[in-house]
């Protein structure tokens, strides 16, 4: 009740709301169990609005609890029906992503998390700067949800450098498009080659 009070707050000081972005860590109790709480309040009280939901899943080898695969399971069960678009993402491959794209030995929280950050700010650069396509959350919605089970959407990120390399490389608009698929640009581990899947919705944002 404490959290729905405040969300009412923050939503009467909008002058046009479009949506809500719950950012959502599934690994522990609080984020999987409170988390899917909230979420469901949101959907009743707020039923014509859009949730857009950036999701982190675990690591298996970077687990801190043990039932962490049961927090996921249940989680995803239980939003199924109140988010209207999920971004699936995972410590694991923000991990693999830091190591091997960015050089960084031991990386950290604060390291997997700028790239996360870095995604989602692609990802929203739409909805903040005039643009033609995917201007409202509900466009992006319909734009990458064909059905409502189908909107799971993994993402990508290209060129991920470190900054004493990235000033001295030039990359094609073509190049960038295909690092997109390649598993190393990709925040969540999806365990296949994703170059030889068929997509049924795809955005791609180039800035």
């Known amino acids: 009740d404490d959290v729905m009070d405040r969300v009412r707050l923050a939503v009467d000081l909008c002058s046009n709301l479009q949506g809500f972005f719950v950012f959502h860590s599934f690994g ?51 939003m199924r029906d109140v988010v209207d678009l999920s971004l ?5 491959a923000a991990y693999r992503m830091c190591t091997k794209n960015l050089g960084i030995e031991g990386p950290d929280f604060e390291h997997v998390n700028r790239i996360i950050a870095q995604c989602i700010s692609a990802c929203t650069t739409s909805l903040r700067y005039e643009a033609q396509l995917n201007a409202t959350l509900q466009e992006i919605v319909t734009n990458l ?7 799971y959407p993994v993402v990508s990120l290209a060129p991920v450098r470190a900054a004493t390399k990235g000033a001295h490389e030039h990359f094609s608009t073509q190049e960038i498009i295909t690092d997109l698929f390649e598993a190393k640009n990709i925040l969540c581990d999806c365990g296949g080659n994703l170059k030889m899947n068929r997509y049924l919705a795809a955005v791609i944002l180039l800035r």
């Open 28 to 78: 522990g109790g609080t984020g999987s169990g409170v988390g899917v709480e909230v979420l469901h309040d949101l959907h009743e009280q707020f039923a014509k609005k859009v949730i857009f939901q950036p999701t982190i899943y675990p690591s298996h080898q970077f687990s801190s609890c043990i039932v962490e695969p049961y927090n996921c399971i249940f989680a995803t069960h239980y």
């Open 88 to 92: 699936m993402m995972d410590n694991e």
């Open 145 to 151: 949800v064909p059905t409502q089970h189908y909107r």
